[in-house]
């Protein structure tokens, strides 16, 4: 099955242009699969795989305790490779169909406050490189609702601060172009004039974003700053890159933001993902009505 593993994932490279992080995803759901398959049932090839041996692979992923998302997340994995072996003529069946994908529970996104974003917004020391370097990149973060995979991507030459742009490429290797706020751009600015040549160590780095070793920044990296700046502005909520995009999101569309303009700016294929931040404005309204009006 490894070598059947290894064509679809170049596939999913070469030909779907998909991240590096999306064929991770994809090779880790595979290899739980054929390890499985491998211990229970003695089969290693694609064409040997019955519908029975893939309901008792998720069988035994509730056992364990799995989630109904990750289960529908490895069915997903399982049905697309599946998809691909038959265009390639590997296999004339597909265990997969008729399977039901298991109901998930759809769990709305933790979103800040304005008040909450500006409280984040301050905790970066901005005396110091490292300081103006975390700034420029929670404004941009916020103020462009980039995914933290675009932003730690971003090349020197992907921003314009002049004409207040940045391009961007999103899942499935698509180009984005957009505008950037005159917040995000002052500092972006005082990154790129006071911080960013501290930091550097190689100067053909042309990573926009570095971390203190001079080299471009993990998400791990990324994830334990912002969490430490989430502490210290004691932000009772679960705060993660994607909040900061949600509430990018969530925010435009409680100022009346058009939703096939958000769908554009946050890169979404299909406009039903884009719809969960039409859900989180109702709520808002909601609250603010029985919060305010005297027959709530």
């Given at each position: 099955?490894?070598?059947?593993?290894?064509?679809?994932?170049?596939?999913?490279?070469?030909?779907?242009?998909?991240?590096?992080?999306?064929?991770?995803?994809?090779?880790?759901?595979?290899?739980?699969?054929?390890?499985?398959?491998?211990?229970?049932?003695?089969?290693?090839?694609?064409?040997?795989?019955?519908?029975?041996?893939?309901?008792?692979?998720?069988?035994?992923?509730?056992?364990?305790?799995?989630?109904?998302?990750?289960?529908?997340?490895?069915?997903?994995?399982?049905r697309t490779f599946y998809r691909f072996l038959f265009l390639e003529g590997y296999t004339r069946k597909n265990p997969t169909e008729n399977i039901e994908t298991p109901k998930i529970k759809r769990k709305l996104p933790e979103v800040l406050s304005i008040d909450e974003v500006d409280k984040l917004m301050e905790e970066p020391k901005v005396t110091a490189p490292l300081?103006?370097?975390?700034?420029?990149?929670?404004?941009?973060?916020?103020?462009?609702?980039?995914?933290?995979?675009?932003?730690?991507?971003?090349?020197?030459?992907?921003?314009?601060?002049?004409?207040?742009?940045?391009?961007?490429?999103?899942?499935?290797?698509?180009?984005?172009?957009?505008?950037?706020?005159?917040?995000?751009?002052?500092?972006?600015?005082?990154?790129?004039?006071?911080?960013?040549?501290?930091?550097?160590?190689?100067?053909?780095?042309?990573?926009?974003?570095?971390?203190?070793?001079?080299?471009?920044?993990?998400?791990?990296?990324?994830?334990?700053?912002?969490?430490?700046?989430?502490?210290?502005?004691?932000?009772?909520?679960?705060?993660?890159?994607?909040?900061?995009?949600?509430?990018?999101?969530?925010?435009?569309?409680?100022?009346?933001?058009?939703?096939?303009?958000?769908?554009?700016?946050?890169?979404?294929?299909?406009?039903?993902?884009?719809?969960?931040?039409?859900?989180?404005?109702?709520?808002?309204?909601?609250?603010?009505?029985?919060?305010?009006?005297?027959?709530?």
């Amino acid at each position: 099955m490894e070598t059947y593993i290894e064509a679809f994932m170049n596939y999913l490279n070469y030909e779907k242009g998909l991240s590096a992080n999306t064929r991770a995803a994809y090779r880790r759901d595979l290899e739980k699969l054929q390890h499985f398959l491998q211990e229970k049932f003695s089969v290693s090839e694609p064409a040997d795989i019955t519908r029975e041996h893939i309901t008792a692979y998720l069988s035994w992923q509730l056992d364990k305790g799995a989630e109904y998302s990750s289960m529908a997340r490895s069915l997903s994995s399982i049905r697309t490779f599946y998809r691909f072996l038959f265009l390639e003529g590997y296999t004339r069946k597909n265990p997969t169909e008729n399977i039901e994908t298991p109901k998930i529970k759809r769990k709305l996104p933790e979103v800040l406050s304005i008040d909450e974003v500006d409280k984040l917004m301050e905790e970066p020391k901005v005396t110091a490189p490292l300081g103006i370097r975390d700034r420029a990149m929670l404004e941009l973060l916020y103020g462009t609702g980039v995914r933290v995979s675009e932003l730690l991507d971003l090349l020197l030459d992907d921003i314009n601060t002049t004409a207040g742009f940045l391009r961007c490429i999103g899942k499935g290797r698509k180009e984005r172009i957009l505008p950037v706020n005159q917040t995000s751009i002052y500092w972006i600015q005082n990154y790129l004039t006071k911080s960013r040549n501290f930091i550097a160590k190689y100067p053909l780095e042309r990573t926009l974003f570095l971390n203190a070793r001079g080299r471009r920044m993990s998400r791990q990296g990324f994830f334990k700053i912002l969490a430490s700046y989430a502490a210290k502005a004691q932000i009772g909520k679960e705060v993660t890159p994607h909040t900061l995009r949600h509430s990018f999101a969530t925010h435009l569309l409680e100022n009346g933001a058009d939703l096939r303009a958000v769908q554009e700016l946050l890169g979404h294929a299909d406009i039903s993902t884009t719809q969960i931040y039409t859900h989180l404005t109702k709520t808002h309204l909601r609250e603010v009505f029985q919060m305010y009006h005297p027959r709530a």
